[in-house]
C-alpha cells in the first residue's frame, strides 16, 4: 500500500512523463531533447538548433536533458530569453583590399587578383556559414616562362627548329603582356644504367658506333641553362649551344628535370609577382616514381632541391623519381602552370596526368617543333581563360563547398572553376564551411583559398565556438548541489557516488517508486532492457559498439545504415538510429554526394544537357547517350551541330569556338581528314552543314569501342562552279528561242493534219456525188433541137425540116 506522499510523487512524475510524451509525438522527433546532453556543451554539439536553458529553476526535476531543446520551445517553456545559451556560427572580413585591374607597371608589386584576403571564422559544430570570394585575372600581367626540354636523340630535329625561338617567342609574347622573361633548361635521364649507356666505350660519347648520328654529349638528368631574362637573345645563343644525348631506355627523366624546376627558385629565377610557365617539350613517356629501383634507388624523392654549382641535378643518381603527388604538389606551393608539349602519340598519356596535377595542360607538338610558339601562345590564352579555386591546409573536421558564379551570372553548386573568361572578368565563389566537432578547448585553425597558379590567396582563420557564457558563473560545492556537486548552467554535477538533479541520491539505491519512471511504457521494460534505474534516471550501459543514451536508453549511435560496412557511409554521425548527414551529403546512410563537378562535361553543363546527376554520377536521359558526362550521343539531335563546331575551329580556324581560344579545351576527339567519304559503317553518323560560302561540308561521327570519338571530315567542303553571266543568258535566249520554234512547228503540223483531213472529206464526198451527165435530170445541153412542121401550100410549095 502506497503512502499520501509516494502517491502524489508517482502522480507528479506521471503527469511530466505523458506531457513530454505528447510534445515529442506532436512536434515529431525533436533531435534536442532526444539526445544524451546532461550539460550545455553537449547540447550544443547535438544540432545546430539545440539551445540551452541555464535558468537555475526551470521545468521540472524529472530529467537532465529537458533544458536541451530548440530555442522557441525553450522560451514557451518558461526560460527567459537572455539565460538561453544559442550560440552561432559568424563570419569577419579582417583584410579586403580592392581588386587590380592591371599587372604591370608601378604597382605591379601590389597587383591584388582576390578579395577578400583574410577572414575570420567562429564555428559552431553543425551550423553552417558562408562567404564570397572574388577572382580577377588582371590585364598585362608580368610572364616568367622556363622552357624545359628533352634533348634526347629523337629531339634533334626539335633543336635545330628552336634555335631562333626566343626572338619570335617574345615577339609573340609582348603582345599579350608587356614584362617577359624566357628561361631555358633541358633533361635527358639519370646516368646509369639501365636508363643510359654506361659502358666505357660510351661514356664521352653515348652515340659511339651509331651509324646515323655518331657523335653526341654524355646524358645527364637535369641541366640548368639560362635563368628566367628578359634578354632573349641569350636564349638563342644557350639553344645554338646545344647538343642532343642517348639514352638506353624510351621513357625520359624528365619529371626529375620538373621538379627540379619548380623548387629551384633562386636558380631559375622565378619572380614572385609574375604569372609563372613552366613549358615540357619531349617526344616520349617519363619515368615515375618507383621506376629508379631498377637501377638500385630506393631512397624517394624528398622534394628539395638539388643543384651544384655547375646547375646540374646533383640528386640524379640519388634518389627516385618524383611522385605525381609530389610533382602537383611542388608546382602548387611555387604557382607554376605547366604545359605539356608533346607529340600526337601521347596526347591521351598526359591528358591523364592532367586529371592528376592541377594547374596542367597539353598541348599537340609537331614533329619538329615548327608549331611550338603558337602552342605556347594557345596554352597560356587557355589557361588565362580559367580560373579555379583549390583549398591548402583544410582542417579534418570542416567540410567546404563551393558554389560557383560565372560570366552568365547563373550560380553552380558544387563547382570551384570558372572557364571561357576573358582578360578582366571578375568571377564570383560562395564557400560554404561547416564544423562537424569542436577540437581541444582554445583551438584555432586556419588554412587556405588560392586560385590555381596565383600568388594571390585567401587566408581563413577558425575558432570553434563549443563553449557556454554561463560556465563563467561555475560555482563548486553549492549548496544547490547538496554541497557535494558543481553547480554550473543551471544543473549540478555530482561528486563521484551521487545521482540526482540535486545530487540527492547515492549510486545503488532503489525502490520501485523510481522504477515506474524508468519505463517509457507500461509493460516496456526497465531502461529498455539497456541500462539501469537509479535515484528515478536511467543509467545507460556500455557497450563496446558506441554510445548508449536517451531517457530511456532508447537511442543510441551506431545502429543506423551502413554502407560497405561503414556507418552512415563515413558521412554522417548516428542519432538515436537515424543518419544526420554531413554538409554535402544526403541519403538514409550519407552515401549520396551533392556535389556535382565530377557531373559537369567540358561545355560547362551539368551530364552534357542530356542527363541528371545524382550521388555525383551522371544518369543519362537521352536515348543514346552514354559517357561519364553523357558527352557521347552520336544518335543525339545535336550531335551534328556540336562537332560542327569542332570540325570548323580543327580544320579552318573559323566558327563560334575559334574566337574564344576553348577549341582545344572543347573539342579533343581524333578528327581524320580523307578525300573521299566512305558511308558503309552502320555505327557512324552522317552529318553535313552549309558553310558561308554556300559549300556543303560532309563528315561522319562515330564512337570507337575504346571511348574514343572519331570524326571523318573531307578535307575540303565540296563546292559547285558559279555559272558565267554570258552563258546563262544565252542559255536563256536559246531556250525561249527554242520552246517559240517547237510551238510554232507544233501549230503548222496541227494546221496541216486539219487541212489534210478536211481535204481528204471533201474528195470522198465528191466520188460519191458523182452522176453520169445524160441521166441527170438537172443537166441540161446548152443547145437545145426543136422540130417543127410547116403548111408551104398556100405558097405552092411544100416544106418539111428541120430548123436548128
Not at 68 to 97: F, W, Y
Not at 343 to 352: D, E, F
Not at 505 to 512: D, K, L, N, T, V
Not at 610 to 616: E, Q, V, W
Request: with cysteine; charged share 25%.
Amino acid at each position: 500500500m502506497w503512502s499520501p506522499w509516494q502517491l502524489v510523487y508517482r502522480t507528479a512524475f506521471g503527469c511530466m512523463v505523458l506531457e513530454i510524451f505528447i510534445h515529442n509525438v506532436a512536434q515529431g522527433l525533436n533531435v534536442c531533447m532526444s539526445g544524451s546532453a546532461t550539460s550545455c556543451e553537449e547540447c550544443l554539439l547535438i544540432h545546430p538548433s539545440c539551445a540551452w536553458c541555464a535558468q537555475e529553476e526551470f521545468g521540472r526535476a524529472r530529467t537532465l536533458t529537458s533544458r536541451c531543446d530548440l530555442s522557441q520551445n525553450l522560451q514557451k517553456r518558461g526560460c527567459e530569453a537572455h539565460n538561453i545559451e544559442s550560440p552561432s556560427s559568424t563570419t569577419m572580413v579582417v583584410k579586403s583590399e580592392p581588386l587590380s585591374s592591371k599587372g604591370s607597371g608601378p604597382t605591379q608589386y601590389d597587383v591584388i587578383q582576390i578579395m577578400p584576403q583574410k577572414i575570420s571564422l567562429s564555428l559552431r559544430p553543425g551550423d553552417q556559414t558562408s562567404f564570397e570570394v572574388q577572382v580577377r585575372q588582371v590585364e598585362d600581367y608580368p610572364v616568367d616562362l622556363y622552357y624545359l626540354m628533352d634533348l634526347s636523340l629523337s629531339m634533334k630535329d626539335d633543336l635545330d627548329t628552336i634555335r631562333n625561338l626566343g626572338t619570335k617567342l617574345a615577339d609573340e609574347m609582348r603582345k599579350l603582356t608587356s614584362n617577359f622573361r624566357l628561361g631555358f633548361g633541358s633533361f635527358v635521364d639519370k646516368n646509369m644504367s639501365p636508363f643510359s649507356y654506361t659502358a666505357s666505350k660510351y661514356q664521352d660519347n653515348p652515340c659511339n658506333g651509331y651509324k646515323l648520328f655518331p657523335n653526341c654529349v654524355p646524358s645527364f638528368g637535369f641541366r640548368h641553362l639560362l635563368s628566367l631574362t628578359d634578354k632573349v637573345d641569350r636564349f638563342n645563343e644557350e639553344v645554338q649551344k646545344q647538343m642532343v644525348s642517348r639514352n638506353r631506355d624510351a621513357p625520359e627523366g624528365g619529371f626529375d628535370a620538373i621538379l627540379q624546376a619548380a623548387v629551384c627558385k633562386e636558380r631559375i629565377g622565378w619572380r614572385k609577382e609574375a604569372f609563372h610557365l613552366l613549358v615540357f617539350a619531349t617526344d616520349d613517356v617519363p619515368h615515375l616514381a618507383l621506376d629508379g629501383k631498377l637501377g638500385g634507388l630506393v631512397q624517394p624523392h624528398d622534394g628539395e632541391c638539388h643543384m651544384n654549382e655547375k646547375n646540374e641535378y646533383s640528386g640524379s643518381t640519388k634518389m627516385d623519381y618524383p611522385s605525381l603527388a609530389l610533382l602537383g604538389e611542388k608546382l602548387a606551393e611555387n604557382n607554376i602552370y605547366l604545359i605539356f608539349a608533346v607529340t600526337k602519340r601521347l596526347y591521351v598519356i598526359y591528358k591523364n596526368f592532367t586529371a592528376l596535377i592541377p594547374g596542367t595542360t597539353v598541348e599537340i607538338l609537331d614533329q619538329d617543333s615548327k608549331n611550338i610558339i603558337q602552342l605556347i601562345v594557345n596554352a597560356y590564352n587557355n589557361i588565362r581563360s580559367k580560373v579555379e579555386l583549390t583549398v591548402w591546409d583544410q582542417p579534418e573536421d570542416l567540410s567546404l563547398s563551393f558554389t560557383a558564379t560565372c560570366q552568365d551570372g547563373q550560380p553552380l553548386p558544387g563547382l570551384r572553376k570558372c572557364a571561357d573568361l576573358k582578360i578582366g572578368d571578375t568571377v564570383s565563389f560562395n564557400v560554404s564551411v561547416d564544423a562537424r566537432g569542436c577540437p581541444a578547448p582554445g583551438t584555432q585553425q586556419r588554412f587556405t583559398i588560392k586560385p590555381v597558379g596565383f600568388k594571390d590567396r585567401l587566408e581563413v582563420s577558425v575558432d570553434y565556438r563549443c563553449d557556454c557564457g554561463c560556465t563563467d558563473w561555475t560555482q563548486a560545492n553549492s549548496s544547490r548541489c547538496s554541497s557535494i556537486g558543481q553547480y554550473t548552467c543551471g544543473t549540478c554535477r555530482c561528486d563521484p557516488g551521487y545521482l540526482g538533479a540535486r545530487c540527492e541520491c547515492q549510486e545503488g539505491e532503489a525502490g520501485s517508486m523510481y522504477l515506474t519512471t524508468c519505463r517509457e511504457a507500461e509493460g516496456k521494460q526497465i531502461c529498455g532492457g539497456r541500462g539501469e534505474c537509479s535515484c528515478n534516471q536511467c543509467l545507460c550501459y556500455e557497450s563496446e559498439f558506441g554510445k548508449i543514451y536517451g531517457t530511456f536508453c532508447e537511442c543510441d549511435d551506431f545502429s543506423c545504415a551502413r554502407h560497405k560496412g561503414i556507418l552512415c557511409s563515413g558521412h554522417g554521425e548516428c542519432h538515436c538510429g537515424e543518419c544526420k548527414c554531413h554538409a554535402g551529403y544526403i541519403g538514409d546512410n550519407c552515401n549520396c554526394s551533392t556535389d556535382t563537378s565530377s557531373c559537369v562535361s567540358d561545355d560547362g553543363k551539368i551530364c552534357s544537357g542530356r542527363g541528371s546527376c545524382a550521388c555525383g554520377r551522371c544518369h543519362c536521359t537521352e536515348p543514346g547517350a552514354f559517357g561519364d558526362t553523357c558527352e557521347k550521343c552520336p544518335t543525339c539531335p545535336d550531335a551534328c551541330g556540336t562537332k560542327r563546331e569542332c570540325i570548323e575551329c580543327r580544320l579552318f580556324d573559323s566558327g563560334r569556338l575559334s574566337d574564344n581560344q576553348t577549341c582545344q579545351r572543347l573539342c579533343k576527339d581524333e578528327i581524320i581528314t580523307v578525300e573521299t567519304l566512305k558511308t558503309e559503317d552502320p555505327n557512324a553518323v552522317l552529318c553535313l552543314y552549309k558553310t558561308e560560302n554556300e559549300c556543303v561540308m560532309k563528315f561522319m561521327y562515330s564512337e570507337h569501342t575504346n571511348g574514343m570519338s572519331v570524326l571523318t571530315a573531307l578535307k575540303e567542303p565540296e563546292c559547285g562552279a558559279a555559272p558565267d553571266a554570258m552563258t546563262v543568258l544565252l542559255a536563256v535566249v536559246g531556250s525561249i528561242l527554242l520552246v517559240g520554234i517547237v510551238l510554232l512547228a507544233i501549230w503548222k503540223l496541227v494546221i496541216t493534219v486539219h487541212d489534210r483531213r478536211e481535204f481528204a472529206r471533201f474528195q470522198s464526198a465528191r466520188c460519191r456525188a458523182r452522176y453520169e451527165m445524160a441521166s441527170n435530170p438537172l443537166y441540161k445541153q446548152p443547145i437545145s433541137s426543136h422540130t417543127i412542121e410547116t403548111d408551104f401550100s398556100m405558097y405552092g410549095k411544100s416544106y418539111n425540116g428541120a430548123a436548128h
